[in-house]
């Protein structure tokens, strides 16, 4: 069997490729030959440097920075991830529209959309599976996520027929079946993230003159309600003056950290990975480093700010029963004594059965 995957295997976001290679090794262990169709939507591309500073919207003096910090750090960390494209994802040519794509799928018996939040309601109808041309292979949804739960009413009933179409659906989280349950009129299944199926030992690289023991902050959003300087502050004193070492996606949410010691640029995602699972605690608000920081048995606090991010992290904590690990506030971390009592025995059993019925999940759609 050939299946081809539809998901964001080209962004430069650490979570979006591992759980893509991930899923792609996941079938490939099911005996299929697997390939990442190279979708690239119009409108992805970086900006030119010239572009988004701010001057026409007054928003200059809070975006100068930012930019200067993606011209200067950023492309090297955009070189370091398309080389690990290339050595880890099997990719097809790029695709830059629903014709490419139409044209390419013609080879594959079946079409896998996910994982990530590719089923947000307003993404282009490729990710969907739509691309304007009978398709005679089986369209399967894996672990496809809304974003958010705060999505278009207009927008559902402009996306319900294509979703219909879709043989076998599946999403990452309660918010999104909501959603899919609306427009398809069926049950749907919640499966687990794509990074819990597959060993992902072999793509990680190791980061030389790293300390022994530090703790590892990834942060895409604002800082925690209180500031990360107390959060950093309270971990030091339980852990130990241990260094704090931040990943910073400088090719897309580029920041200045004053609250690190060490401050990495240009991470691809092995070494990303290889980062998180050498650490003594993770701190972050990205759901991806919270589900490898469970599979790897990491202390850990995860924190959200906004309400775009928060429901993903809310049902994860709701999933795999880490509720003392997920906070909205420096001082709910405090009331819950930043997650040191985490009990990883009945995380690790929740995990494990959500495992096995995801692949059984992804054994049954692809017969």
Known sequence: MRVGILTYQYAYNFGAVLQCIALQEAIKGLGAEVEVIHFY??????PPFWKGWGLRDGSFAGTAQR????FLKGPAMM????DFRGDFMQLTSRCYGASDVADMVECYDAIVAGSDQIWHLNRDAVYFMEWGRKFDGKRISYATCCGSD??????LDIVAPWIRQVDCLSVRNEFSRKWIERASGRAVDVVADPVLLSDLDFVRRQVLEVPK???FMYSLGDEIIG??????KQLRTRFGDIPVLAVVPSATHPRKCPWADIVIWDADPGEWLDLLVNSKYVYTDSFHAAVLALKYEKPLLAYYTDPVRAPR???LANRYAIDVAVVGSFREAVDK?????????RTKEMMKMHECQSMEYLVCSLK
Do not use: T
């Open 67 to 70: 930019r200067v910090l993606q």
């Open 41 to 46: 939507p119009q409108g992805m591309e970086p």
């Open 213 to 215: 023991d530090y703790i």
């Open 337 to 345: 004594e930043f997650s040191i009592h985490l009990d990883y025995r």
């Open 79 to 82: 070189r370091k991830f398309d």
């Open 150 to 155: 705060l999505q278009s009413e207009e927008r």
């Open 313 to 315: 992290l809310i049902d």
């Open 227 to 232: 500031g990360h300087e107390k959060v950093i």
